[in-house]
């Protein structure tokens, strides 16, 4: 009898073993005792930014994720608690803001392309256009309300607007060249050259800004471009990029020790201070246009050469308004263009509502599969709901466990895909309980059936598993968004339904096997074929003795068991 109960003792304890192992992880680390929901249960926004290529081909993989890592910088830098963002297939990037904020995580997924471009002609006010507008090269009037210059601004460049949106246009700059192109909504054709100051001109003096109109304007650096301040309010004709914004180093907000105002510190790359020291020694007095996807975020007047890092802007700043500007000039350059693909918000409330449904959805699901269990297994039944009990507070550590750490997020569609595991999960028993009845069926006691039924029960198992298993891999590779959250919680519970066959409900069939109460055809779910089992060979006919004794091959212990 001891030899017979090690087996299932070493099954149970490896299976405690496992359980204590998971609790402790979550219990002994981390701070949360739940898992980490998703932005569809808790409430939040989605942001995905899809790259947009000339060619019309997916983005270098480099470039695309060196443009998620500016992004996530963005992110942090704007102090956005638990925002996560990830690439998704060859050409998403995907920004996920937990809460209601859902406005901020529209605004992150502004994704730019930072220039510095000299004036050309403006401001004028945009809405409606003027009806008469200076030549392309004459300066814009004095005076003018929308003109960013800041006159007493120590060395370096001074915003007018600093809390100006990003449609905007930058002063002008009697030297700038006299080629370019006209901004446009859409990418520009491959190779296409760039478009002359007289184009961008025409396009200037019909220019209306709509403040609403969040989409970027892509443009070519070589281009001239009719631009627009982020409210609207005024329009600028610019010249070709002086410099890129991925030549920025960094940028900071800080305050004056002297008057205590709020200043932005400026820093450039090597190349690029020195083409900003002769740039802005050439153009002391005149302003230029920092553009963020083609709109003018500030356009300051340059007071004096600056041969040196840092560029001092000043102007009338706050912290708010300073560090948003410094937000801007330092993570603003991608080396890729985005559109925004999709943008979905869900309130906190509508969240808790969604999880709540999930939850009486997958409670009802549970119960059908219960009462299923009892009302055709009997005691077999309540074997099935002790092992999907377990499975569960399985299930349960793994969630809270993969939270911490991979950063797994339990979504609508992972509920999903756990209530359809319930039928795996189910597959596993009937499958092993209906081979029991076909060896006690062929006269074998239950005891003796149990090791026999588990050994030819276990290869269909493992097979339907596996193909489960592979199906969720394929769909999980293939797939994208909630999909994958759908897949990975199919998978997963598809393994931990083997763990929890192979080393509870199996052990446990085979102790309970020894009791003569669960062999009762009464209560056992076995019914009339442990009756069967119980007639002798010498009252069966002779045809049948001869099948049972021959045909199934059974052992002199099982016949003498029967």
Not at 177 to 185: F, T
Not at 420 to 436: H, K, M, P
Request: proline share 7%.
């Amino acid at each position: 009898m001891a030899q017979r109960t090690l087996p299932a003792r070493r099954y149970f304890g490896v299976f405690l073993l496992v359980v204590a192992v998971l609790y402790g992880l979550v219990f002994l680390t981390g701070d949360t005792r739940t898992p980490q929901l998703g932005l569809d249960l808790r409430g939040g926004t989605t942001v995905t930014l899809t790259a947009a290529t000339p060619d019309g081909q997916a983005p270098d993989p480099t470039e695309l994720e060196l443009a998620r890592q500016i992004i996530e910088q963005r992110v942090n830098g704007l102090g956005v608690a638990e925002a996560e963002v990830v690439t998704e297939g060859d050409s998403n990037i995907v920004i996920s803001v937990p809460g209601d904020d859902g406005e901020q995580a529209r605004e992150l997924g502004q994704t730019a392309q930072l220039r510095f471009r000299p004036v050309v002609q403006g401001p004028e006010p945009a809405a409606p256009a003027a009806a008469e507008t200076p030549a392309p090269g004459e300066p814009a009037a004095p005076g003018d309300p929308a003109a960013p210059s800041d006159p007493a601004a120590p060395t370096g460049a001074a915003p007018t607007d600093p809390t100006a949106p990003t449609d905007g246009a930058a002063p002008s700059d009697p030297a700038a060249p006299s080629d370019g192109a006209v901004a446009d909504p859409s990418l520009p054709e491959p190779g296409a050259p760039p478009v002359t100051q007289e184009a961008a001109a025409a396009e200037y003096a019909t220019l209306t800004c709509d403040p609403e109109d969040t989409t970027p304007e892509i443009d070519l650096p070589e281009s001239f471009v009719a631009a627009c301040t982020e409210d609207g309010s005024a329009k600028y004709l610019l010249g070709p990029a002086i410099i890129e914004g991925t030549q920025v180093a960094d940028a900071s907000a800080g305050t004056q020790q002297a008057t205590g105002e709020w200043v932005v510190l400026l820093d450039f790359e090597s190349d690029a201070e020195s083409t900003w020291a002769a740039y802005t020694a050439a153009n002391v007095g005149n302003n230029v246009a920092f553009t963020l996807d083609g709109r003018v975020i500030s356009a300051p007047t340059i007071q004096g050469a600056i041969t040196s890092n840092p560029t001092t802007i000043t102007g009338s700043f706050d912290q708010e308004s300073a560090e948003e500007l410094a937000n801007q000039l330092r993570y603003g350059a991608l080396p890729l263009t985005f559109t925004q693909a999709t943008a979905q918000s869900i309130s906190t409330e509508l969240g808790a509502e969604q999880l709540e449904a999930g939850l009486i959805a997958g409670a009802i699901g549970i119960a059908l599969v219960f009462v299923y269990a009892l009302l055709y297994y009997r005691l077999l039944g309540l074997v099935m709901i002790a092992s999907l009990l377990l499975s569960a507070v399985v299930v349960y550590a793994v969630l809270v466990v993969l939270g911490r750490q991979i950063g797994f997020t339990l979504s609508l569609a992972g509920i999903a895909g756990f209530i359809v595991s319930l039928g795996i999960t189910a597959d596993s028993f009937v499958v092993y309980f209906e081979r029991l009845k076909d060896e006690i069926r062929e006269g074998r006691t239950l005891r003796s059936a149990v090791p026999r039924a588990w050994v030819r029960a276990r290869r269909t198992i493992l097979s339907a598993d596996a193909v489960s298993f592979l199906a969720a891999a394929i769909l999980y590779v293939l797939a994208i968004g909630d999909v994958k959250g759908f897949a990975f919680t199919l998978g997963m519970s598809t393994v931990l339904d083997l763990v929890v066959v192979f080393l509870f409900t199996h052990p446990l069939m085979a102790v309970l096997a020894r009791y003569k109460v669960f062999g009762s055809s009464r209560f056992s779910g076995l019914g009339r074929h442990l009756d069967r089992a119980r007639v002798t060979p010498e009252r069966r006919p002779s045809a049948d003795r001869e099948l049972v004794g021959a045909g199934t091959g059974r052992t002199a212990q099982d016949r003498s068991d029967a």
